[in-house]
DNA sequence: CTGGTTTCTTTATGCCGTAAAGTGCCGAGC
DNA sequence: GCTCGGCACTTTACGGCATAAAGAAACCAG
């Protein structure tokens, strides 16, 4: 038999993310678990070891239960990652001061939500595709709105600005997950992998210097820094951040001058 | 015991991605199958089903073989898969006319790669940590380095700003690669999911509109369109990426201009 | 005390990647 | 021309995954 996924199912799901009032006493054994609990394992399992070894397994493991035991209180995977993910959405910071305009509260907005989201590398894996629809999701949008919303765009282009911010946002993040990620998942440092392969590419594309002029003109130059200790790979990451958000904020200030000149 | 993964293994990978000369003949029976026909097939099962889908056993069953035989060819799934990326990479167009100056070829770039992401979205699937260091990806970079590098701009600038225009490209293909994705994998349209979400959430969250009051704002205003046929969310993201992209080059723009003046 | 509901465990199904061992083909060396 | 050994490919098997189905035990309302 075939259940259609629909009413139902979405009054489950946005009751248990905007936490409905407990239901009165009920026959049956006192719970163990708590649907915060379980949320709570989850994410300290993927903190700790990655959105890959996030399983029902390792989650119940954690409390002590079996895997199924978590089908009590939460429908499937993806409604907990969706419930997981909601919930660490509220440790970002939701006001920016104003006073000096919206360049320096979009500044920092954007960098505490890249280290957000290199805090928990696990939430750029889950789904942008439909919203999750819980307050804290609401909450870093309207955050955000409340910085460009100064800026006076038009609600129009505004829509088109929030999405290259966050998009620029999360996709400088994501590189650095990615990058740490596979260190760590396959033991190899970025200079380790860097150093077996470059000679190799080198004799196997012998041409490589003619064929691509500008990629091999763009790899000599190293980003400056004054810091020795961070990796080479987050350090270029940190220069790329920084570079591209200002020409980022140098582009919405160009279309604010232009929306009102 | 346990094998390193070094030396010879990127000796494999890469000569495998730059397809060294064949080797001679050899005893045993004939190949009944080849490098590039796995490749090829495990493409058509990413194009066809996703990602998700892309099995060994899927692929050689599209080859009538079974999921071991691929093992001759290939190390290992992750290993097909960087096969699959830089061949794909392939159908990138190399070369963009610069006759009117960087920015209508970056913007044709930008459209062009947007539409590559969408006709295969299992690319955007593909980690960014480290790169495949296959000649189609270094021919992508090259083709975008050859339309910034007219900007003028400082090396340590433009490598920022490379960041920040894939990030962009990237992530906006992606919202629409997963709003897809799920409405296939769910067989629930956009406008389904939201009609059936919508009055839950009001019910569930009544002060919503005095809690988030920009996000009700902004959610009142839709993208404009003369296209009434596409879905809605692809209309708006479509919208999106138009503004998103001028803001950025707006950026770009002031950058050059300000590192001149 | 009892019946029905609830929590949690056990068991089972069908996927996955891939290790290990087996089968038959075929070119190279005698 | 025969055999030996490497090669293409199949079969089988293992441990992992999400989760369906059914069972065991705890507890409240009657």
Redesign the interface.
């Known amino acids: 038999m075939v259940v259609y996924?629909?009413?139902g199912d979405?009054?489950r799901s946005?009751?248990s993310?905007?936490r409905?009032p407990a239901d009165g006493s009920k026959p049956g054994p006192k719970p163990g678990l708590s649907l915060e609990a379980i949320i709570d394992a989850a994410i300290a399992v993927a903190d700790e070891h990655g959105m890959a070894a996030l399983s029902m397994r390792a989650v119940g493991e954690r409390l002590g239960r079996t895997a199924m035991a978590l089908y009590t209180y939460v429908p499937n995977k993806a409604e907990l990652i969706d419930l997981m993910y909601d919930k660490v959405l509220g440790e970002l910071p939701g006001d920016y001061p104003l006073d000096d305009g919206w360049r320096p509260a979009l500044t920092a907005w954007a960098r505490d939500t890249r280290a957000f989201y290199l805090w928990h590398p696990w939430v750029l894996q889950v789904?942008?595709?439909?919203p999750v629809?819980g307050?804290n999701e609401?909450?870093m949008?309207?955050t955000l709105?409340?910085i460009l919303?100064e800026t006076g765009l038009d609600?129009?282009?505004?829509?088109?600005?929030?999405?290259?911010v966050?998009?620029?946002v999360?996709?400088?993040a994501?590189?650095i997950a990615?990058?740490r990620?596979?260190s760590r998942d396959?033991g190899?440092s970025?200079e380790e992998?860097w150093y077996?392969?470059s000679p190799?590419?080198e004799e196997?594309?012998p041409d490589?210097a003619t064929?691509?002029?500008?990629?091999t003109?763009?790899g000599g130059?190293e980003?400056?820094t004054d810091d020795e200790c961070t990796p080479y790979l987050e350090r270029?990451a940190e220069?790329?951040?920084?570079?591209?958000?200002?020409?980022?904020?140098?582009?919405?200030?160009?279309?604010v001058a232009?929306s009102v000149g």
């Open positions: 996924a629909a009413q979405a009054r946005l009751s993310l905007w409905g789904s942008q595709a439909r629809l307050p609401f909450r949008l309207e709105l409340r919303k609600v129009q282009v505004l829509r088109g600005v929030v999405g290259a966050v998009q620029f999360r996709g400088s994501e590189v990615d990058a990620r596979a396959t190899v970025d992998w077996t392969r190799v590419l196997v594309a490589f064929r691509f002029p500008l990629t003109w763009l130059a980003a400056p270029e220069w790329n951040f920084t570079v591209g958000l200002d020409v980022l904020l140098d582009g919405i200030e160009a279309t232009r």
